[in-house]
């Protein structure tokens, strides 16, 4: 049978379909009643602060420099500046290999590359022993870090991500030979620099304007939080200092009254596992006091510390804990599979995501994409050559629907949810460790406090989809959240 070539994907476009997320949603990996929820937890950096990406940029140039002047990398370097955009989080960088890729578990990605360039998909197969299987014990670990892979998950590894590529180009593209293993390090130590060295807290402590984005959102959240009656605590691993200077710079000079608890560098993520580590108290000139912590006042600021003792002190357990933080491992792993917290993942690329999935270009390729596969999955079975003329043809274009869809996010990499058709690695580490998921915390200001958020059903490989998920506000975000916004 002679397959007829199809060529009218506009039509296939459910009416309506663009524009339907709104950036300001909250998404539900689990059941979550706010009703339930009588105390609220806080991180710091990228939670209740959120930074322009002015920052990477100075992170990046130290950094680079550092690298130069002090382990004497090549003077050329110098002359990469920062890509914007280049990097994404969650990607997986291979130390040996060099490759930075956005492998989905234990599967290799087919979206790689080298230094600043991608590598083709073959080359990524013969680097892996012929498939793209990446073994367990070559993977990275429970909070990312393994003997051969990293994985780059907070939002300051974007420059660190960048200067690997950038050195790695600059030594593949003037073929000098060079270890892989000791860039690593040095990049890694390079960029560790910034932050020892407390230059990043002085970037943002001089210039608050520049580097913090609005943050009358954060005093909105917190003062309608408090003022129903809801306890807040903050638990970050910045130092006091510069914890204080944002936070009256965003919520006010009164910002403490606001929280029951302050903890500050509470070295996440061994606060949640250590079971020794007494609280200190630090006076109201930052100095460290001596007595012995009975109780967690509020107004106080307290350094240090774990998690079994802030349990015992607060006796704040279980699901009426709602902690939000924006680092997968460092934040929400252990809240999530030890303690049975509920957890909150800020995840600000949701809004430049969304942004994506709601133009027509995205529609469009998606609705093709997905038709071409089921036109193959269907009509595999003609044998005849013409009808497989026709399938080759439609399996070429499938792979180049496929780009032109990627690209749209990121040239590199793509979406950082996906890899192909599969949820990446990120995005499964993401449903795993969080219960709901949101771009910052002033989406919260969409919901009312006694507001139940419900995962949306999606079928099962086996499952056939027998309800119709359309009718359901966790598909049509838009008008729902209209509504909800009176409660604002
Ligand atoms: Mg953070």
Known sequence: MLLLKITAPFKLIPPGACSILNPSAIYANNEVSLEEVDIYGFDYDYTLALYSNNLDTMIYDTARDFL?????????????DYVPNFAARGLHYDIQKVNIDGHTFCVCNRFASRGLKPVPDEEVVGLYGGT?????????????????????????????????????DYFISNDIEYDPVHLYKDVSEAIGMVHLKGFMYKWITQDLEKFILSGEPTRAVLQRLVSQGKKLFLITNSPFSFVDKGMVY????????????????A??????????????????NGDLQWDKINSLEKGQIYKQGNLFEFLRLTGWRGSKVLYF??????????????HGWRTGAIVPELIHETKVVNTKQYALGLTWLQALTGLLERMQIHRDPE???VLQEWMKEREELRAVTKNLFNPQFGSIFRTSHNPTYFSRRLCRFSDVYM??????????????????????????????????????????????????
């Open 68 to 80: 130069i002047e002090h382990f004497k990398y090549p003077e050329g370097i110098h002359k990469y």
């Open 132 to 168: 793209h299987h990446v073994p367990l014990n070559q993977d990275s670990g429970f909070y990312g870090k393994g003997p051969k892979m990293k994985q780059f998950m907070d939002v300051f590894s974007l420059p660190e991500m960048t200067l690997l590529a950038v050195a790695n």
């Open 250 to 265: 965003m919520v006010g000079q009164n910002w403490r009254e606001f929280f029951d608890a302050i903890i500050v560098q």
């Open 267 to 284: 070295d996440k993520p061994h606060f949640f596992n250590d079971c020794f580590k007494p609280f200190r108290r630090l006076d109201s």
């Open 325 to 338: 933080g924006d680092h997968l491992y460092s934040d929400l792993a252990d809240l999530m599979l030890r």
């Open 387 to 389: 009808s497989q003329k």
């Open 439 to 488: 771009a910052s915390i002033s989406c919260l200001l969409n919901y009312d406090l006694s507001y139940t958020f419900y995962p949306r059903r999606t079928p099962l490989q086996h499952e056939a989809p027998l309800w119709m998920d359309q009718l359901c506000t966790g598909c049509m975000k838009t008008p729902f959240l209209e509504e909800m916004a009176l409660i604002r």
